[in-house]
């Protein structure tokens, strides 16, 4: 049953890289497809829409076509990340293209949040490109970002930006309906349809280490980051990326996924 309440105008969605490929970790151009389709209809409805992806490193290994002999895993993610992050943007670009609005990239350290210039020339940034109708797409900068000034993941810099911007919204897109009340796969297991930030719901995070995997974030992170954001009085989901019309539904009210809520 749909909510009665003010739509939001302000609106940060976070895509992951599971989401985003498959089991080969390559790209999947139909999962881009809708999500930038919803997006775009947020748009026509005068709704901002911010996107926080990863996929770069994704993107960089399949532009590489093998796997990089160089042991230093941090540089073998930079070189990736470099050879990546334009082969997402062109992606974005394209389907944007398609429905003739712009999208322009904004790539961050976490150093950029700090309070003082760097955090207000961020604020700046992002609000001329919404100034100037352009869809901003965020993603850490992780060809220059050093260990003390990286993000956690993603799940952080979605995080941020929400609260630096004021949004409205948070919503956090994966591969997993959202956030269970025991292991996934187990029997009469079910996702929580709401989780209070003061609530000690680590319990319910069963992350796996899969190596095959290429996304940093996992459940445990995205639910410490929602809280985390869901204190600046944003409303934040956690929901199935690849469930049909996913964000609309979230927007207009549909219970979907987890909601993270204040007390």
């Not at 390559?26 to 901002?48: K, N, P, T």
């Not at 995080?159 to 956090?172: G, P, R, Y």
């Amino acid at each position: 049953m749909e909510n009665k309440r003010k739509r939001p105008q302000k609106i940060v969605v976070k895509v992951g890289s599971n989401m985003l490929t498959n089991h080969q970790n390559r790209i999947m151009d139909s999962v881009l497809q809708h999500l930038v389709w919803q997006l775009v209809q947020l748009y026509e409805e005068d709704i901002i829409p911010i996107l926080i992806t990863s996929g770069s490193v994704a993107a960089g290994k399949e532009a590489m076509g093998r796997e990089l002999t160089i042991k230093d895993e941090t540089i073998r993610r930079q070189i990736y990340s470099s050879m990546g992050q334009p082969r997402m943007m062109r992606h974005y670009y394209e389907i944007f293209q398609q429905y003739g609005i712009r999208c322009g990239q904004v790539l961050a350290t976490k150093r950029d949040f700090s309070p003082g210039k760097h955090r207000d020339n961020m604020v700046n940034c992002y609000n001329g490109l919404i100034a100037s109708g352009i869809v901003p797409i965020a993603n850490e900068d992780d060809t220059v970002s050093l260990s003390m000034s990286a993000f956690s993941d993603n799940d952080e810099l979605a995080a941020l930006v929400a609260e630096l911007l004021e949004a409205d919204m948070l919503i956090f897109l994966t591969h997993k309906d959202g956030v269970y009340n025991g292991p996934p796969d187990a029997e009469h297991t079910e996702v929580l349809e709401e989780v209070k930030i003061d609530e000690k719901t680590e319990q319910y995070i069963h992350d796996k280490n899969d190596t095959k995997t290429i996304g940093r974030g996992n459940m445990s992170s995205k639910l410490k980051m929602a809280k985390k954001a869901a204190k600046h009085n944003i409303s934040v989901h956690i929901a199935n990326g690849t469930t049909p019309n996913v964000i609309l539904d979230i927007v207009n009210g549909k219970q979907i996924g987890t909601k993270v809520m204040q007390n």
